[in-house]
């Protein structure tokens, strides 16, 4: 199947008792067994549920996985990640990371013996530098999040394999989804979805998934998923099911509109930098443009004025796009990563790698671009 039949076909079977198209929500904790050990595949809702699983194979369709895994949230499903680690191993991550995930590697794992390098993953010789014998897992975001940085998926994989083919390498794919970039296909072993965002695309859920293709490494995740218990409800996962099939469609009208607004930014007298992989000026556009199909619809940018005032007259003069956390839904929102999806990040490490008070992140949804440019304008010149 191409990918926009997979978003609505992949993976999914009728319900074979009514022929439902879409598969109920299976709204039940547990199930009757006709003996003591004899049942019909599921026994308690916390190991498997049939909402769940249809949502679970899709997952694992669109990513062309062969196992996929839908949890509580976005964080449980790097917590499960790392639970599969031991004190002493060590990960590598880029420096330029989602707040929350950064917060969990430093202050919950690091306490439990766990190491955590953060590196420019701009360049792979930083990856390949940082490899030590302790090494075991790679954690990629790419793009980045705020700063859109652009981790070379294929090449990283290939150097940390090359060294030690043992080491984990997993990749948050949050920001691309699979409709824009397919790292299993690169070659890494696990890729990771902020559910919350795009797959669900409606700002009515939080979830998230993990996919791979192995099945050894697919027991291990599943059986840290089932004894930890940080597993979506049957309701949440029917409504990320119907996200993912619209998830083409949306990616489309994001990608449009997130090239638009980059472009007027650039241009505009206000605006410092804009930090968008599609446009000719990033860093990384080369590379984006080999893993990525098209690159989103989300776009970072600094004002001239790096005042946190000016940010905040921004902020509070948009009228369509909302001033609120989270991103990837139909809604365009936008964000002050220093006090709001950042502020776990110590002052020094932010302002470091350039997450500064003028910094700001749209998250470009899918209305009518001019309606975008409108409120970007008239918020710009407040």
Same mark, same amino acid.
């Given at each position: 199947?191409?990918?926009?039949?997979?978003?609505?076909?992949?993976?999914?079977?009728?319900?074979?008792?009514?022929?439902s198209?879409?598969?109920?929500?299976?709204?039940?904790?547990?199930?009757?067994?006709?003996?003591?050990?004899?049942?019909?595949?599921y026994?308690?809702?916390?190991a498997?549920?049939?909402?769940?699983?249809?949502?679970?194979?899709?997952?694992?369709?669109?990513?062309?996985?062969?196992?996929?895994?839908?949890?509580?949230?976005?964080?449980?499903?790097?917590?499960?990640?790392?639970?599969?680690?031991?004190?002493?191993?060590?990960?590598?991550?880029?420096?330029?990371?989602?707040?929350?995930?950064?917060?969990?590697?430093?202050?919950m794992?690091?306490?439990?013996?766990?190491?955590?390098?953060?590196v420019?993953?701009?360049?792979?010789?930083?990856?390949?530098?940082?490899?030590?014998?302790?090494?075991k897992?790679?954690?990629?975001?790419?793009?980045?999040?705020?700063?859109?940085?652009?981790?070379?998926?294929?090449?990283?994989?290939?150097?940390?394999?090359?060294?030690?083919?043992?080491?984990?390498?997993?990749?948050?794919?949050?920001?691309?989804?699979?409709y824009?970039?397919?790292?299993?296909?690169?070659?890494?072993?696990?890729?990771?979805?902020?559910?919350?965002?795009? $797959? /669900? =695309?409606?700002?009515? #859920? *939080?979830?998230?998934?993990?996919?791979?293709?192995? %099945?050894?490494?697919?027991?291990?995740?599943?059986?840290i998923?089932?004894?930890?218990?940080?597993?979506?409800?049957?309701?949440?996962?029917?409504?990320?099911?119907?996200?993912?099939?619209?998830?083409?469609?949306?990616?489309?009208?994001?990608?449009?509109?997130?090239?638009?607004?980059?472009?007027?930014?650039?241009?505009?007298?206000?605006?410092?930098?804009?930090?968008?992989?599609?446009?000719?000026?990033?860093?990384?556009?080369?590379?984006?443009?080999?893993?990525?199909?098209?690159?989103?619809?989300?776009?970072?940018?600094?004002?001239?004025?790096?005042?946190?005032?000016?940010?905040?007259?921004?902020?509070?003069?948009?009228?369509?796009?909302?001033?609120?956390?989270? $991103? /990837? =839904?139909?809604?365009? #929102? *936008?964000?002050?990563p220093?006090?709001?999806?950042? %502020?776990?990040?110590?002052?020094?490490?932010r302002?470091?790698?350039?997450?500064?008070?003028?910094?700001i992140?749209?998250?470009?949804?899918?209305?009518?671009?001019?309606?975008?440019?409108?409120?970007?304008?008239?918020?710009?010149?407040?």
């Amino acid at each position: 199947m191409k990918f926009n039949t997979k978003t609505i076909h992949g993976g999914q079977e009728h319900e074979p008792s009514t022929g439902s198209v879409m598969p109920p929500i299976f709204q039940t904790s547990t199930y009757a067994q006709s003996s003591p050990g004899q049942h019909k595949g599921y026994e308690y809702s916390r190991a498997a549920n049939p909402t769940r699983t249809a949502l679970e194979n899709s997952f694992a369709a669109i990513e062309n996985g062969t196992h996929g895994f839908a949890f509580s949230s976005g964080l449980s499903a790097i917590d499960c990640v790392l639970k599969m680690l031991h004190p002493g191993d060590e990960v590598i991550a880029g420096d330029d990371l989602y707040g929350g995930t950064y917060r969990m590697f430093t202050k919950m794992f690091g306490k439990y013996g766990l190491k955590f390098q953060f590196v420019d993953m701009n360049s792979v010789e930083n990856v390949s530098k940082a490899i030590t014998d302790a090494t075991k897992l790679i954690w990629l975001e790419t793009p980045t999040n705020p700063l859109m940085k652009i981790a070379d998926i294929e090449a990283i994989t290939k150097v940390t394999k090359a060294k030690n083919s043992e080491i984990l390498v997993a990749v948050d794919n949050t920001f691309a989804t699979p409709y824009l970039q397919r790292p299993l296909d690169l070659g890494v072993d696990i890729v990771m979805h902020s559910a919350t965002k795009y $797959l /669900g =695309g409606h700002s009515d #859920l *939080v979830m998230g998934a993990l996919m791979v293709k192995d %099945a050894t490494l697919a027991e291990q995740l599943h059986f840290i998923q089932f004894a930890g218990g940080a597993v979506a409800g049957p309701m949440d996962s029917f409504l990320a099911l119907r996200g993912v099939k619209t998830l083409h469609i949306r990616m489309q009208r994001h990608c449009e509109n997130g090239k638009a607004v980059a472009h007027y930014l650039e241009s505009h007298p206000k605006v410092k930098e804009v930090f968008y992989p599609g446009l000719e000026s990033h860093p990384n556009h080369a590379i984006a443009k080999k893993q990525m199909d098209d690159f989103g619809g989300m776009v970072s940018f600094r004002l001239k004025d790096e005042s946190q005032q000016a940010a905040f007259t921004f902020l509070e003069n948009t009228t369509v796009f909302i001033l609120a956390e989270s $991103l /990837g =839904g139909v809604e365009s #929102l *936008v964000n002050h990563p220093t006090t709001m999806t950042h %502020a776990s990040i110590p002052v020094e490490e932010r302002e470091k790698i350039g997450i500064t008070d003028s910094l700001i992140r749209l998250s470009v949804g899918i209305e009518d671009v001019n309606d975008l440019l409108q409120d970007l304008e008239q918020a710009l010149n407040k």
